[in-house]
């Protein structure tokens, strides 16, 4: 893609008074104030403070592993005032899928647009399972005869690639922001993600809630989303945009339909949904309507018929007869299939349906792509992955495994700063006013901000791509599609088959 | 087509503090006091809601606190922490987590099903139940609508020998003997538990919950006294002594005895049936790598139904013994192959913890399925096992009320109704009796990692 600009990164340091770090300083009544941990550490952990120096930003710090530096602040204070172990809460931090490095890794790339320098693994989880066994089989360095340098490689996409006489629709970086509706999040989340969208180049989907007036202004990065429950959905929403999505189903709750408990229908939201506010929104599931192949083509064929120049979207979720369902969407004529895989989601679900029901996206993609290799087929459609995606690595991953790209949803809310309570649906919704509609809660963000954090987190997941493909002398994103040999996973590879090295 | 099952719950408050999974450290020392404390902040009002337990002497603060981590992230000085609950960790054991024990508290409490936002956050997969996931369907099929109300999901299944084909008279009546057979609105029974306190209380409020939910709880002959003799319809009586020393009143009005598996199983169940020919009488066994042959054995003889039960992990008996789910599917297909898995009915028992693990069981071939641990979990039990070594337990529940306990049984037997329905509906499937060996509704792990990830890292 020539002449796009990506954005600026600019610091945008955590919304609280204290970032949450791995590690945790202190320094004792021995200080002396003589500033030197102030002068000599070249992360900017301290400040100047009256009595003694603060550890105003002990979240990036490198903790004990300093001390092969000579500049290791512990070991250079003269009065060996400095203190420098595990935090205690960051032990309680996140969970097997987000462990708590990957949230601090990621709330740093958030802020910095930077890779966290602190020894975090930023790259994977900790679930045992699916993308955190899977590592890239890169050669080792300097093995390339034509070394590819970063301004030749492409991260861009091409979502229209059906050849029918509708625009093309390209967008710079392998990567959208998914379905999140005003009401599941607050009007400064949304308005956040849209504007990242924007300065990203990419899009940003409505989710089922209606579409915002605010949103107006940003009309060519918006997906609008027609689900099951239809609310909101009006010729003119649809008009409006280059790109519709169809929800039938979602991983989160895979054969579930959304749910918007009472509390969180504010007279805005139930306004925006046509519907009565403080009472429960259940969407029904599936689509009444669609029995079918043919019913599904019928939807498409009347979205397509009123807007001429859309493209049209379908996201499903992973069922045994995935690969069935894909092809499905492509006889309807849609444009793009997203493969919503069982183990993300944001909005409230069961647990018993987060865990059980349906494929994580790690099968169910592949399974896809190969069938659609085999249809032939495989190069009319754009294969989006979502549900589970957490970070760079995860991406590329998924990309090697047949995916055209991402769409994401919480690594963005993880770069607001939600810290994975599980909680956004208890009382007034999420206390740290990312996933709620109370107004004093909402209040908790700024829009430049929530929008800046967004831009640095993807540009450092762009920087991490572009690096990856580098390693693999790859000019273009495109060519990372499929190419499961340069993945290994950990269960089944003998080291004697890996040559290169593991990332 | 039946009334709709329903189960009433009401909100049955734990009698001890709970045990959470991280706690809050908040020091008085350094305290700045600051004009608004931000422990006033709290969105969840933890601080003020916060009381002093005066039976435990346990502070409540830990219990109540939804870690959003603001406390911690904006005092000044720094004075509040989270820290992992040492308590907490344990819980139970490997196979009885925290995770599952906490879930089960929850639900008995509360009658509702576990909701969460932000995804799932566990591990990709795991031994045993965790090894397999159900399937969901994008476009109509029976509707999820049976769990908003609109349609009718139905959880019932029946227990007994089936009719395979019916014979007609000269008159088109049907001469054909119809067999006994018992129908559960709710494919589980409770079983005898592996160990708890002693008592009458808990077979109390076993049985009391059985009965509020229309199912059945096994209980030992030698347990029968006059306290639990009130509830003698929803109880199915383990005949572990003399079968002589039954009672002929008693043996006349069950509806279904269980006898022990061996020698002279079916004389027994023939004997028993002549008393009462409307007995239904099911065999227990122990699961083995042998329960493929010995029910296909059982069932040319005529048993009726086979209760296979392994020990509280799900493990079978002997050496490099097989979890419950795998033995399951074998002899679920080795008796379809063999052409008579529909005459009979078996019902799986053992390390059943979760809802989750009912439906599963199901698929790979139970009609029905039996628990026990989670009965005791419901009652705030905490899995320590000291009542086994015949150590106090430490939620008094020796002394538990029945009427609570059955409270909190009920609660957690909705709660899994709701979850089956959840299953249910995503496959489009309207019928738990449908459900039994669906296998290929259902996605194995083995199968997925050999298909997608063994071919990784090799070139062509
Ligand atoms: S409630 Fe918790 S999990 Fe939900 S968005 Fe807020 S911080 Fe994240
Ligand atoms: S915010 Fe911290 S320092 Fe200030 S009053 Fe509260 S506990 Fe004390
Ligand atoms: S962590 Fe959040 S919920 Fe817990 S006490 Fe602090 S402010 Fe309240
Ligand atoms: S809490 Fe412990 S002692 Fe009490 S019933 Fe449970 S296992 Fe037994």
């Known amino acids: 893609m020539t002449g796009f600009h990506f954005p600026e990164i600019k610091n945008a340091p955590s919304r609280f008074r204290n970032a949450l770090g791995k590690y945790r300083i202190t320094i004792t009544r021995a200080c002396t104030n003589c500033g030197l941990c102030v002068e000599i550490c070249p992360y900017g952990v301290y400040q100047v403070g009256s009595k003694r120096p603060k550890a105003s930003c002990e979240h990036l710090c490198l903790g004990p592993s300093c001390s092969k530096n000579d500049f290791y602040c512990a070991e250079r204070c003269p009065e060996k005032a400095i203190h420098i172990r595990l935090n205690p809460s960051f032990e309680v931090l996140g969970d097997r899928r987000w462990p708590a490095e990957l949230l601090a890794g990621t709330w740093h790339m958030a802020e910095t647009g930077a890779i966290p320098h602190q020894g975090l693994n930023y790259k994977t989880g900790d679930s045992g399972g699916g993308f955190d066994k899977i590592r890239f089989i890169l050669p080792k360095e300097n093995g390339n005869d034509k070394p590819v340098t970063d301004g030749d490689i492409s991260t861009a996409i091409e979502l229209n690639r059906s050849g029918d006489s509708r625009p093309k629709v390209t967008i710079p970086v392998p990567l959208y922001l998914g379905g999140m509706s005003f009401g599941s999040v607050s009007i400064v989340t949304m308005l956040s993600r849209a504007r990242a969208a924007v300065a990203l180049g990419t899009f940003c989907c409505t989710g089922e809630g209606g579409y915002p007036e605010e949103l107006m202004d940003y009309d060519d990065n918006v997906i609008t989303q027609v689900a099951t429950g239809l609310f909101g959905v009006r010729e003119d929403t649809i008009k409006r945009v280059r790109i519709v999505e169809f929800k039938y189903a979602q991983g989160a709750k895979p054969g579930l339909g959304g749910h918007l408990l009472g509390d969180k229908v504010t007279p805005r939201v139930a306004q925006m949904r046509e519907a009565v506010a403080g009472s429960a929104l259940f969407s029904p599931f599936p689509f009444h309507s669609v029995y079918s192949v043919e019913d599904h083509k019928k939807h498409v064929d009347w979205i397509k018929e009123i807007n001429r120049k859309a493209l049209v979207s379908v996201k499903v979720s992973t069922p045994t007869d995935v690969d069935m369902v894909a092809v499905g969407s492509y006889y309807a004529g849609a444009h793009i299939v997203q493969l919503d895989g069982s183990y993300g989601g944001t909005g409230a679900a069961p647990d018993i349906a987060k865990k059980n029901i349906a494929m994580p996206i790690e099968y169910a993609l592949p399974k896809v792509h190969k069938f659609l290799l085999a249809e032939g087929i495989r190069d009319k459609i754009t294969i989006i992955a979502s549900g589970g995606i957490r970070s760079a690595y995860d991406m590329a991953k998924i990309i090697a495994m047949g995916a055209d790209g991402v769409c994401l949803g919480t690594a963005d809310l993880v770069a607001l700063e939600c810290i994975r309570c599980h909680h956004c649906e208890s009382g007034r919704g999420c206390a740290r006013g990312i996933a709620t509609t109370d107004d004093e809660l909402t209040d908790l963000m700024e829009l430049e901000w929530g929008t800046q954090r967004i831009i640095n987190m993807y540009s450092a997941w762009r920087a991490q791509l572009v690096n990856i493909l580098k390693r693999l002398g790859m000019r273009s994103v495109a060519e990372l599609v499929g190419r499961f040999d340069v993945l290994a996973h950990m269960d089944y590879i003998r080291q004697e088959e890996i040559e290169g090295e593991l990332d | ?460």
């Open chain 2, 1 to 460: 087509m039946p009334p709709k099952y329903h189960i009433e719950t009401s909100q049955a408050p734990n009698r001890f503090q709970k045990i959470t999974r991280s706690g809050i450290i908040a020091w008085e020392e350094g305290c700045l006091k600051c004009a608004r404390c931000v422990k006033k902040d709290c969105v969840y009002q933890v601080y003020e809601k916060r009381n002093l337990d005066d039976r435990q002497m346990l502070d409540s603060l830990d219990s109540v606190c939804m870690d959003c981590f603001r406390c911690v992230q904006n005092c000044p000085n720094r004075l509040i922490h989270k820290g992992l609950n040492p308590s907490y960790k344990v819980l139970g054991d490997h196979y009885w987590t925290p995770e599952i024990i906490s879930g089960l508290w929850f639900q008995a409490e509360s009658g509702r099903i576990p909701v969460s936002g932000a995804g799932y956050g566990g591990p990709f997969s795991g031994p045993g139940f965790d090894a397999m996931w159900t399937d969901m369907s994008e476009i109509v099929r029976p509707t999820r609508d049976g769990i908003h109300g609109r349609e009718y999901i139905s959880t019932t299944v029946d227990i007994g020998r089936k009719v395979m084909s019916l014979e007609f008279g000269p008159d088109g009546e049907i001469i054909s003997p119809a067999p006994p057979l018992v129908e559960i609105p709710l494919p589980v029974i409770f079983d005898i538990l592996p160990w708890s306190p002693p008592g009458d209380r808990i077979p109390l409020s076993l049985l009391y919950g059985a009965r509020a939910l229309g199912t059945f709880a096994i209980i030992r002959q030698s347990a029968i006294n006059n306290a639990v003799r009130e509830f003698l319809p929803n109880a199915i009586i383990y005949v572990d002594g003399n079968p002589g020393g039954l009672n002929t009143q008693l043996l006349r009005s069950a509806r279904i005895i269980e006898i022990p598996d061996g020698e002279g199983a079916i004389a027994l169940q023939e004997r028993l049936r002549s008393m009462n020919p409307d007995l239904v009488v099911m065999i227990r066994m122990k699961l083995s790598p042998k329960t493929p042959e010995q029910a296909l054995t059982l069932v040319a003889q005529g048993a009726e139904v086979l209760h296979l039960v392994a020990d509280e992990y799900g493990l079978e008996e002997g050496k490099d013994p097989l979890f419950i789910k795998e033995r399951l599917k074998e002899v679920h297909l080795y008796l379809v192959n063999k052409g008579i898995r529909d005459q009979i009915t078996l019902l799986g028992g053992g390390g059943i913890a979760m809802a989750e693990h009912m439906a599963k069981l199901i698929i790979c071939g139970a009609d029905a399925i039996s628990i026990d641990i989670p009965l005791l979990a419901a009652m705030e039990c905490r899995v320590c096992r000291r009542c086994k070594e015949g150590i106090s337990c430490p939620v008094e529940l020796d002394d538990v009320d029945p009427v609570w306990g059955s409270l909190r049984i009920v609660n957690l037997m909705a709660a899994w109704h709701s979850q089956l329905l959840e299953i249910l509906g995503a496959m489009g499937i309207r019928e738990a009796r449908r459900l039994r060996g669906e296998m290929g509704r259902a996605m194995f792990f083995e199968d997925l990692e050999r298909e997608i990830f063994a071919t990784m890292g090799k070139r062509g």
